[in-house]
């Protein structure tokens, strides 16, 4: 494992332009559930026996809204009773170390942000769990940690529609802005993409990988199990996010850079 983490700091080391792409298994390391895979919430079904996925839908928060809240209320709470961890503090000193250093995420716990990762060099694709806005009258800047102590779902004080946060629900659409910047960063390329904590469940994680690879850039991933990605990686660091990614980065001296 030391030899591997040398190569892929080595790598970083020399390229100028990164993709560190990050899923659940990041913030896993915080304590939050990821959403399959190992410690996965969701590799059953609901109490109300659906799949997680038809729970967390766009078509549900309408048709359901107390349904979809109890969920979104789950990871909610969940976000904000923990903090970022070692692995998303180490990223931002990447990023701070090279400006050329991209962070594409999945995940809606806010995160990176908290510990320091730039927003100019942040794609949060699945977007974010605060401010809530209301579906009605699209009234924002609701709490969601104050509308949390109240009876689901939220509703909008002036107009009593459901609030929701500005997250992805199964079956919606990306948010146009955000796949727009990751387009146009795919587009200038990338020397080395580092697939973190993520299950890469989506088309959009695993392309910049291949991508990566056909145009012949480094390509690596950190993950405790093997999965979709794996195989297609130059180097799988098999460890947990927040142990290897501070190692990581003390590997890549700044002298180097
Ligand atoms: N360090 C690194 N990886 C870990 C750790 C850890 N400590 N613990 C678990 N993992 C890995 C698991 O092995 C799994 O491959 O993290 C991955 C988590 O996968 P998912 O739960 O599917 O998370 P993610 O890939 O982010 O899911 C994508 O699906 O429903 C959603 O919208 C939700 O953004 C999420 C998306």
Not at 20 to 44: C, E, F, K, M, Q
Not at 174 to 196: C, I, K
Request: a neutral charge; aromatic letters at 6%.
């Amino acid at each position: 494992m030391h030899a591997q983490i040398q190569l892929v700091a080595q790598a970083l080391a020399r390229a100028e332009r990164i993709l560190v792409i990050t899923g659940a298994g990041l913030s896993a390391d915080s304590g939050l559930p990821t959403y399959r895979g190992l410690g996965g919430l969701y590799n059953g079904h609901t109490e109300e026996g659906l799949p997680i996925e038809a729970a967390l839908s766009g078509p549900m928060l309408r048709r359901d809204p107390a349904l979809c809240w109890k969920y979104l209320a789950e990871i909610g709470r969940a976000c904000l009773g923990a903090r970022p961890n070692a692995g998303h503090f180490a990223l931002a000193e990447l990023q701070r170390r090279k400006p050329g250093c991209w962070v594409l995420t999945q995940n809606v716990d806010g995160y990176h942000r908290a510990a320091g990762s730039p927003v100019q060099r942040l794609i949060e694709i699945h977007g974010e769990l605060s401010p809530l806005f209301c579906m009605d009258c699209r009234q924002r800047s609701f709490e969601l940690a104050e509308h949390l102590q109240r009876p689901l779902p939220p509703r909008c004080d002036r107009c009593g529609g459901v609030l929701r946060p500005p997250v992805v629900l199964f079956e919606e659409l990306l948010p146009e802005a955000e796949l727009g910047r990751l387009q146009t960063q795919l587009a200038l390329g990338f020397d080395a993409v580092l697939a973190v904590g993520t299950s890469a469940s989506f088309a959009y994680i695993v392309e910049p990988v291949l991508r990566a690879r056909r145009g012949g850039g480094f390509t690596a991933e950190i993950n405790p199990q093997a999965g979709e990605l794996s195989a297609f990686v130059d180097v799988h660091l098999e460890g947990g996010a927040a142990d290897v990614l501070p190692q990581l980065i003390r590997h890549i001296s700044s002298d180097k850079i």
